[in-house]
């Protein structure tokens, strides 16, 4: 292991931490790039039609968003580059050397768009209306352009296509970039953002005197920019699913075909509620707002965007699943351990041999630590708990320690391993593996570890490098 392995707590492991982390901030950006189109577009209709009451209400619409984007869209990145840092720092470099470019583009993007978001808003007063127009095609083209840039590196991860990586500089930016997954996902994301400014509008609107002729107007013209993007949706929905690779839609579409036995797989069920809380989100605004604007509320506007953060996480949490076992598909587990064999590259791991290689003399424990806990660490704290998030002593609850040694023994069969398409490769010479399977026991059955506390060989332990 060339890096150390952040431990967050015993009930939470970092992979939970980047999802909250994640979910918040990608729910911000995605409404703050809605918002950059949104704004400059009503304001044309505004200045077109002559409304000054409707641009009234978008310089104080535009407040909102100077905090949200400049703050907690600013804040919340910083907070990602923090996580992913400390929990996946392996990943993290390799893919700075292999999308430093799009990144650094991203970063300048950005600074553009608070820039011209700053501007755009003391500007309402101060400026002419041709030049305050201009300032806002700026900001809308900035936020469309920082989801330009980051939609490639996310979309690698999961669809590299032809340019998976080997080593973390082959294939060309432009092949790796341009990835299979990487049309569908930004139309999708691009959707996402235009319903989520019209949501975030109607809750705005709702809170106008129900009297107020802008109130119903305001109703309608946002249910507008929701309703035909979820629609659209379904179809980038489709479109997306066609690029993700075979092995990960297995995992998907083995649920739905064992629903009827009650068989149905946690990722299944959430792709699922995704779209029942898409289509029932489009339903309530059409006969909601978009009908019967006087009598929707903003407690029910304050519900949908609640929804809409909902099904933004799921999706999120989905598009990770679908990525299983790896965070840089073909290349990297999500335990760190690199799909290859020489020097950390080269062919993939088939051969079960490769997998029997020392894991802990390779360093990422203390000398003198017990294998069987280092192991844990490196190869089984990036997905699983001990007691909480995925607890291993519920999923291996009715197992002795025996039964757990042939469970991670399947773990090293290569090509003949049956979970090999869901959990990364077990690395570890016989030794190792028999120390986790120690240390896991002693976990899974903590009261019989603890009566057999006396016992003089508790497991093997490596010795100190």
């Not at 309402?124 to 330009?148: R, T």
């Not at 036995?261 to 605004?285: A, C, K, Q, Y």
């Not at 519900?303 to 073909?330: N, Q």
Request: with cysteine; hydrophobic share 50%.
């Amino acid at each position: 292991m060339s890096f150390p392995v952040w431990q967050v707590s015993p009930a939470l492991n970092g992979s939970v931490l980047i999802g909250v982390v994640a979910v918040f901030h990608v729910f911000i950006a995605l409404l703050a790039v809605g918002a950059g189109i949104f704004l400059p577009v009503t304001e044309y209709i505004a200045r077109k039609q002559g409304r000054q009451d409707l641009l009234e209400f978008l310089r104080y619409h535009t407040r909102f968003f100077v905090v949200l984007t400049s703050v907690f869209g600013a804040v919340s990145g910083i907070g990602i580059w923090f996580t992913i840092s400390l929990v996946h720092p392996a990943a993290t470099t390799a893919l700075i050397h292999k999308f430093v470019f799009a990144w650094g583009m991203e970063y300048a993007i950005f600074l553009v768009e608070i820039t011209s978001l700053i501007f755009y808003y003391y500007g309402w007063e101060k400026m002419d209306a041709s030049v305050h127009q201009k300032i806002g095609w700026i900001y809308a083209g900035s936020a469309f352009g920082s989801l330009f840039f980051i939609n490639g590196i996310l979309t690698y991860m999961l669809t590299p296509g032809q340019a998976a990586m080997t080593t973390v500089t082959d294939a060309s930016f432009f092949q790796s970039f341009f990835n299979p997954g990487y049309g569908p996902s930004l139309i999708m994301r691009l959707l996402v953002a235009l319903s989520l400014a019209g949501l975030f509008a109607l809750f705005v609107a709702a809170k106008l005197p129900h009297e107020s002729d802008l109130r119903t107007w305001l109703l309608r013209y946002s249910a507008q920019w929701l309703l035909p993007s979820y629609v659209l949706l379904g179809i980038g929905g489709l479109w997306y699913l066609w690029t993700v690779p075979q092995e990960s839609l297995q995992a998907l579409t083995s649920g739905i075909a064992s629903a009827g036995v009650g068989n149905l797989s946690v990722m299944t069920r959430v792709v699922m509620l995704v779209g029942l809380f898409t289509v029932s989100i489009s339903l309530m605004v059409f006969f909601g707002p978009y009908l019967n604007p006087t009598e929707f509320s903003r407690w029910k506007a304050g519900g949908l965007l609640l929804s809409a953060l909902f099904v933004t996480g799921a999706g999120e949490w989905a598009r990770e699943m679908l990525r299983k076992p790896y965070v840089i598909r073909d290349f990297m587990y999500v335990n760190g351990v690199l799909a290859a064999t020489e020097k950390g590259f080269g062919p993939a791991l088939e051969d079960a041999s490769a997998y029997r290689q020392s894991f802990l003399s390779g360093g990422g424990w203390d000398a003198g630590q017990d294998a069987g806990a280092a192991m844990f660490k490196n190869q089984c704290l990036a997905c699983h708990t001990l007691t909480s998030y995925r607890s291993l002593r519920e999923y291996l609850a009715g197992r002795d320690e025996a039964a757990i040694h042939s469970f991670l023994q399947m773990l090293q069969m290569g090509k003949e391993n049956p979970y090999r398409r869901i959990m990364p490769p077990l690395i570890g010479t016989p030794e190792e593996v028999k120390a986790l399977a120690h240390f896991l026991s002693e976990q899974v059955h903590p009261q019989a570890a603890a009566a057999t506390a006396g016992d003089p060989s508790p497991g093997p332990r490596t010795a100190a490098r």
